[in-house]
């Protein structure tokens, strides 16, 4: 059964990756926006932005930069979550001997390879913009496991989003405020710099304990407990997404 579900998935990701490569603009995409940041703030605001470290502001603001990246990406998860279910996949699926749960899971880890490439590429750009970090190999599979999960977790809720939506375009509007989390965090400046009650929102919602892992793990700091509070979210957001998308699938196709 375990082999009939790994296969399915197998060959239901190689559909979708086959659409991503024919239409690679996807991720070139996803990858503009948060290219973008990092030329307005480091090259035209970074100069006014004090962030009471000595670290050069690309190094700062690549973590949260990270983050928008991906939470770009999901969308087109949705996207094309709702055009499979839209156009009659499904049904078509139903009747064939494949395992439910590979549909889902297949758009899934597709999600997760567009999101690496896009990150890569950010990572790129981020080292030729003068993003420097000592960080050992084990920080950086820190770092890529940290970056993974957050993936996975934000993917679910675009199942979620695209088994719901009604039109397309409800598809994908539900990664704006995850774009725009991000700027209420301590992604591009210090909370402490914040207002009161802006600041304690941007302390204690999530991304800034991710932003702050991954950070002392690309400046070779003790991550503190930063790290079991990030995690936690990551988890948490993870399991209740992914229960609730199953939920939601099984009426759809019942």
């Known amino acids: 059964m375990t082999s009939h579900v790994l296969s399915d998935t197998g060959t239901l990701t190689g559909r979708s990756l086959k659409h991503i490569l024919r239409s690679p603009d996807t991720i070139i995409t996803t990858a503009v926006t948060p290219i973008a940041l990092m030329l307005l703030f480091v090259y035209v605001l970074g100069g006014a932005i004090h962030t009471g470290s000595d670290q050069s502001y690309i190094d700062y603001m690549l973590p949260g930069i990270l983050l928008i990246t991906i939470a770009s990406g999901i969308a087109y ?3 094309r979550l709702f055009l499979d279910l839209q156009g009659g996949i499904f049904e078509r699926f139903q009747s064939m ?6 549909v889902l899971w297949a758009h899934v880890l597709t999600s997760l390879v567009a999101n690496i490439v896009s990150v890569a590429i950010v990572v790129g750009v981020a080292f030729a913009m003068g993003f420097r970090t000592g960080a050992s190999v084990g920080a950086w599979l820190a770092v890529a496991g940290i970056l993974i999960l957050f993936t996975l977790s934000l993917t679910w809720l675009a199942v979620i989003a695209g088994l719901s939506a009604k039109t397309v375009d409800g598809a994908s509007a539900f990664s704006y405020p995850l774009i725009f989390l991000p700027f209420i965090s301590s992604a591009f400046v210090p909370t402490s710099s914040m207002p009161g009650p802006v600041a304690w929102f941007a302390e204690y919602q999530p991304v800034t304990s991710i932003v702050n892992t991954i950070r002392a793990l690309f400046d ?5 407990s930063s790290i079991g509070i990030a995690l ?3 988890v948490g957001i993870l399991v209740v997404a992914y229960a609730a998308a199953i939920v939601i699938y099984r009426k759809k196709i019942s």
């Open 220 to 224: 070779g700091r003790p991550v503190g």
């Open 232 to 234: 936690a979210w990551m």
């Open 77 to 79: 998860t949705s996207y």
């Open 97 to 102: 001997p494949i395992a439910r749960s590979s």
